[in-house]
């Protein structure tokens, strides 16, 4: 069974850091490209950030560009989602998704998902 576990959320003051991750079973994350995707209270999801299959690309949306970074493991069949400089619009539920290529970073395309973690950022 394909299964996606995220963790390390929590809460955390504005301008801390936070690391996510994203330990994958049943397959193997560099057959995939996988994302980080996150929705907010009354949001629709939306993209964080996708990283390539082999682990050498990575894209991000402009909000979090400098701050955030996606790297894996692939001996650990996890990646990672690390957040620096965190601000309270940065709220919501961050999921992790598998997906056909890292430049399609949208909800809409991704096959599997986590269950997703909540990061809280208090001003």
């Known amino acids: 069974e394909v299964q996606l576990v995220e963790s390390g959320g929590g809460l955390v003051q504005a301008g801390g850091s936070l690391r996510l991750s994203c330990a994958a079973s049943?397959?193997?994350?560099?057959?995939?490209?996988t994302g980080w995707f996150r929705q907010a209270p009354g949001k629709e999801r939306e993209a964080v950030g996708c990283?390539?299959?082999?682990?050498?690309?990575?894209y991000y949306v402009n909000s979090v560009k400098g701050r955030f970074t996606i790297s894996s493991d692939n001996a650990k069949n996890t990646v990672y989602l690390q957040m620096n400089s965190l601000k309270p619009e940065d709220t919501a539920v961050y999921y992790c998704?598998?997906?056909?290529?890292?430049?399609?970073?949208?909800?809409?395309?991704?096959?599997?998902w986590g269950q997703g973690t909540l990061v809280t950022v208090s001003s």
């Open positions: 998704a598998l997906g056909p290529y890292y430049r399609h970073c949208d909800p809409d395309v991704q096959e599997v």
């Open positions: 049943g397959f193997i994350v560099d057959d995939y490209s």
């Open positions: 990283i390539s299959t082999s682990g050498d690309a990575t």
